[in-house]
């Protein structure tokens, strides 16, 4: 027998967003049922108008545990998650202390989790120079997948790597069927465009710019694409800001390549037009780019040429993103944002007219697929974990940074006007955000 009914008029289901009761059990999904299908012996949440989703899922989280837990950690990471609503992350192999590119560093991974996760947490493994012999190892372990970066990563312990590296490791990544995230900019590129900042104003917002140029990316994705139709391997671009390189995606599908791509809520949300000179804030690689650009991400996304949304939360510490001097070739370049994926996501998507079934598609329902966990999470299905999300979609808000859960409070989200506020957050059938509180933590850990 169900423990638990929820009721709303507002529930996205795989087949469009109804009026319904979810009923739960072990938890999970029951069965969806009608609106006045109702039980009287099982306890009832009545929800009324507010959105019963899907809980979020990020695929794309610098939680940087261990070592570097004083620029985040998962105790703070998965409470930022719970209160905006994502149920399950899955955690960059760099930043943290070692890196995931072992298995040793694998199971410090694991260690530092034990009991201290809000949400559910997975991995990716990471590909460096000359780890090729781990990948196996790692990939029986339980990472999800492997990322790999073609320009330098910020951090010393997780090296770049080649065209030839990733040419290399495409067809055993192939036989163990995990995809290779790539952060696609053309490292050639970029130590060829550093000479602009002998151009003038460090602070210039545009000189940075012109130091990750879009060739970066548009060169790195096409030759990716080119490696992923010869050897079969799942290619999956991570945090595409340049639509310059959509036109070879577009072609590397029409020929069959199996590629996925994401892109992040501060590329679809601001524009470069808006960033002023020493809001070092913005920074993050590749940089935002124009407001046209922004208009033909949304179009691709809209499409489906772009299949997911992932924050890239890549918090520092507030020195290190440089706000006194606002120099930007300084900054850390990485943006804050992981409890506001969903307001800012709505808050933008509404506007062009995108739809709750969208948001749900973006982002759970292939952000579920891309880390192989699409018969276990993302939707509201029968069997599906009761994982989900509960919303009011008209609420809004002004962030205030200081009120944010994650570690450092550097976000340029800060003082904007978002709509869509979080209720409550269920994990396997279990609220673990309700309202401001939370419930002790009840994350687990994910292994393929």
């Known amino acids: 027998m169900a423990e638990l009914i929820i009721q709303s008029r507002r529930v996205v289901t795989p087949e469009g967003t109804r009026a319904g009761c979810l009923y739960i059990r072990d938890g999970r999904i029951e069965r969806v049922a009608d609106f006045e299908d109702i039980d009287k012996n099982i306890e009832l949440l009545a929800v009324g108008d507010s959105v019963v ?34 149920t399950t992350l899955v955690d960059m192999p760099l930043n943290s202390i070692p890196a995931t590119t072992s298995v040793e560093g694998l199971e410090a991974k694991l260690a530092a989790a034990e009991g201290r996760c809000h949400v559910d947490v997975g991995f990716w493994g990471g590909l460096v120079p000359g780890n090729l012999e781990q990948l196996g190892p790692l990939d029986a372990a339980g990472v999800l997948g492997f990322k790999c970066f073609l320009a330098p990563s910020g951090v010393d312990e997780f090296e770049n790597i080649s065209l030839s590296d990733v040419e290399a490791a495409m067809p055993l990544l192939r036989e163990l069927g995990a ?65 310059s390189a959509l036109p070879f995606l577009r072609r590397a ?61 890549s918090p520092s510490p507030p020195e290190l993103k ?19 994926s969903l307001p800012v996501m709505w808050s933008a998507a509404s506007e062009r007219g995108h739809s709750l079934d969208d948001l749900s598609r973006w982002m759970s329902a292939e952000p579920a697929k891309l880390a192989g966990l699409g018969g276990q999470k993302g939707q509201i299905a029968p069997g599906m974990s009761a994982d989900l999300v509960i919303w009011d979609p008209e609420a809004e808000f002004t962030v205030d940074a200081q009120a944010l859960e994650h570690r450092h409070k550097v976000t340029p989200y800060d003082g904007h006007l978002l709509k869509g506020a979080v209720q409550m957050t269920i994990l396997r059938g279990e609220p673990v955000y309700r309202d401001g509180k939370f419930a002790p933590p009840s994350g687990r850990t994910i292994l393929k």
């Open 179 to 243: 995809p290779l995230l790539c952060h696609a900019e053309l490292s050639e590129v970029i130590e060829s465009s550093q000479n602009v900042w002998e151009c003038g104003d460090p602070r210039h917002y545009g000189l940075y710019l012109a130091s990750r140029p879009p060739s970066a990316e548009v060169q790195a994705i096409a030759s990716l694409c080119e490696f992923a139709a010869q050897h079969g391997t799942h290619l999956h671009i991570v945090h595409i800001s340049s639509a």
């Open 53 to 86: 989703m899907p809980g979020l899922i990020d695929a794309h989280v610098h939680i940087n545990d261990p070592g570097r837990s004083d620029w985040e950690g998962f105790e703070t990471a998965t409470r930022a998650a719970a209160a905006g609503g994502t």
């Open 253 to 313: 599908r029409e020929r069959g390549v199996n590629v996925s791509v994401e892109t992040c809520p501060h590329y679809l949300f601001f524009s470069s037009d808006r960033i002023r000179n020493g809001e070092t804030q913005y920074k993050c690689a590749p940089p935002i780019r124009s407001r046209g650009n922004r208009d033909q991400l949304w179009k691709a996304l809209a499409a489906g040429e772009i299949n997911l949304i992932g924050s890239d939360h």
């Open 322 to 340: 440089c706000l006194d001097s606002g120099r930007f070739d300084r900054a850390w370049g990485g943006i804050a944002s992981l409890q506001l």
